[in-house]
Structure formats: structure tokens, C-alpha cells
């Protein structure tokens, strides 16, 4: 190998590096600011509260997203003119703020690690809806890779010997998952059209959808009065407002190395990264927030990320996709 193939393989290598740490510490210091926001008891004199404001806090993060979203594309990531439609924005906007908002009031009724696990069934919906939506086909492998997903959320989702009260509360944290998974999977069947279409690029779509999702939050809050309570909650409480802030730059930050990691990389490696990550942040989890887990669980959580891991390695090559010509 010539000393200039290795200069190049060592640059790629160190930059690959570089993305995945990025990917790694911006989202493992997420995930533990986020548990510390929704399981925190918040002092006030003799009374204690728990933040509650899951649509205000889906709120701030767009908002910041959508400001470094717009930094990185006056600087970094200059992409050109952006032909998408508005109604692909708003519709696209709209679930991926709903799958948010359920996902994080889930918090209030199921513990991190039931969180990250059941978010992990992510390709589920996307793999559905983009039959139905998209008229994709997959083939064979994918299907298996998937159906291991599956087997392995059931398996941990599942109760027994529970008392009723806990598992009705658990259960509503589980269908709220669920309708996550389904805005989750429209808002990806919006995005494809979007890049068929319009061949709509990374930048402008972090800007858009968070903008639009800045808009539409914005009016519930309004419209709810949360946004009242939101700050007077953080007049009581200070130190949230620290904490939120730290978790809206770590996501966005996050979202700055996975769209660089694609870009350099491939979908690939990203997918890697993002799902070895996940695994970390439900370890992190039971380790520092005394979250525990049954023999079954480990096991279950063992099975659903063998399935994405495999998943993200052989399954990312969807057959042709089935376009419907339509006569004028």
C-alpha cells in the first residue's frame, strides 16, 4: 500500500472515528438528561413535583434543532435551493412531532430502558408502511431481521405477576410507544415520497420539520395554556431549565454526526452506530438510575438488537421499488 492510500485510510478511519464518538457521547449524555428530566422529583420547600410538560419540552428541542439546522446550512451543509412542497413538510412535521410527544409522555408510565427498547422497533412501521405507502418490496432476509425485532419487544414488553394498578399504567405507556412507532413509520413514508419527489435533502428537511414542528407544538401550548404552567415551572425550578437546555444541544449536536456519518459514510455505518448506542444507553440506564431488569429482559434485548445489527448490515437493500404510472 502506497504512503498516500494510507494518509487516506487513516484520515477516513480516524474520521469515522471521530462521527461515532460524536454519535456516541452527544446521545448517551441525551438519554441520561432525559431520564433525569422525566424520573426527577423537582423541590419546592415542602413539595416535591415531576416535570410533566412532554409538549413543551418537544417544543424547545425544535426549536433549537431547527436554529442549528439553519446555522449548518448558511455554513457547512450549503445545499442548494429546496423544490418541497409545503403539504409534504406539513404532513411530515406533524407526525414526526406526535411521535415525539408520545414518546416522551410514555416516561410518565414506563421506565427508560421499556422506552428505548420498544423505540427500537422502529423498522417495524417503516417496513409496513412502506409496503402499503411506498410500494416497496423487501426481500426474505429483512423480513426475518424484522420479525426478530418483533419477537424480541413482545418478549420484553410482557408482564406477569404484575399488580393490576401497575400493569394499567405500564399498558398505557405501551400503547403510547405504539403510536409513536406508527407516526414514526408515516413520518418515514413521507420523507421517502419527499425524496422521490423532490429529492428533498438532509439540511433543508431538519430545518423544515422542525420548523413546522415549532409551529405546531407552539399552538397546542398555546392553546392547552401548558405554556403558562411550563414557565412557572421553571421559575420554581431553575435547575430544569439547565437541564433542558443540555439535552436539546446533545440533540441536535446528535443529529449533526448522524447526518455526517451518512453523508461521508453511508447509511450503514451510521445504522451501527446509532443501534450499538441504544444498547449502551439501556446498560447506562439500569446502571445509574437503578433501573432493573428481568433474566427475560436481557434476553429480549438481546434478541432486538442482534435483529437491528443485522438488519442495518444485510437488510438496507429494498428490491426495486414499485412505482404506480398514473394516465392523464
Same mark, same amino acid.
Given at each position: ?61 425544535? *426549536? ?33 412531532? =406526535? ?10 408510565? *414506563? ?17 409496513? =408502511? ?36 401497575? =400493569? ?153 421499488? =414499485? ?6
Amino acid at each position: 500500500m502506497s504512503a498516500s492510500k494510507t494518509s487516506i485510510f487513516r484520515s477516513s478511519t480516524a474520521k469515522l472515528l471521530f462521527c461515532t464518538l460524536g454519535i456516541f457521547v452527544c446521545y448517551s449524555y441525551y438519554a441520561i438528561v432525559h431520564e433525569r428530566i422525566t424520573r426527577r422529583q423537582y423541590v419546592d420547600g415542602p413539595n416535591t413535583e415531576k416535570f410533566t410538560y412532554m409538549i413543551s419540552l418537544v417544543f424547545v428541542s425544535c *426549536v433549537v434543532n431547527c436554529l442549528f439546522a439553519k446555522a449548518l446550512l448558511m455554513t457547512v451543509m450549503k445545499q442548494g435551493e429546496d423544490t418541497t412542497t409545503v403539504k409534504y413538510y406539513a404532513t411530515c412535521s406533524l407526525t414526526y412531532m =406526535l411521535a415525539m410527544t408520545c414518546s416522551n409522555m410514555a416516561l410518565q408510565f *414506563v421506565n427508560y430502558p421499556t422506552q428505548v427498547v420498544g423505540k427500537a422497533g422502529k423498522p417495524i412501521p417503516v417496513m409496513i =408502511l412502506g409496503v402499503l405507502l411506498g410500494g416497496k418490496s423487501y426481500p426474505l432476509k429483512k423480513y426475518v431481521f424484522v420479525s426478530m425485532v418483533v419477537l424480541g419487544v413482545v418478549m420484553f414488553m410482557y408482564k406477569d405477576n404484575v399488580p393490576s394498578k401497575q =400493569l394499567e399504567n405500564e399498558g398505557f405507556g405501551q400503547i403510547l410507544l405504539i403510536l409513536s412507532l406508527i407516526m414514526d413509520g408515516l413520518t418515514s413514508a413521507v420523507q421517502d415520497r419527499m425524496r422521490a419527489n423532490h429529492k428533498t435533502k438532509s439540511g433543508h428537511m431538519m430545518l423544515n420539520m422542525n420548523l413546522w414542528s415549532v409551529g405546531f407544538s407552539g399552538v397546542v401550548m398555546l392553546f392547552t395554556g401548558e405554556i403558562v404552567s411550563f414557565i412557572s415551572f421553571l421559575q420554581r425550578h431553575p435547575s430544569a431549565l439547565q437541564h433542558i437546555a443540555t439535552f436539546t444541544i446533545c440533540g441536535a449536536l446528535g443529529q449533526y454526526f448522524i447526518f455526517l456519518t451518512v453523508s461521508e459514510f453511508g447509511p450503514l455505518a451510521c445504522s451501527i452506530a446509532t443501534t450499538t448506542r441504544k444498547c449502551f444507553t439501556v446498560l447506562a440506564s439500569v446502571l445509574f438510575f437503578g433501573n432493573s431488569m428481568l433474566p427475560r429482559q436481557w434476553l429480549a434485548t438481546f434478541i432486538v438488537f442482534v435483529g437491528l445489527f443485522l438488519d442495518g448490515l444485510y437488510g438496507k437493500s429494498p428490491a426495486k421499488v =414499485l412505482k404506480k404510472e398514473v394516465s392523464k
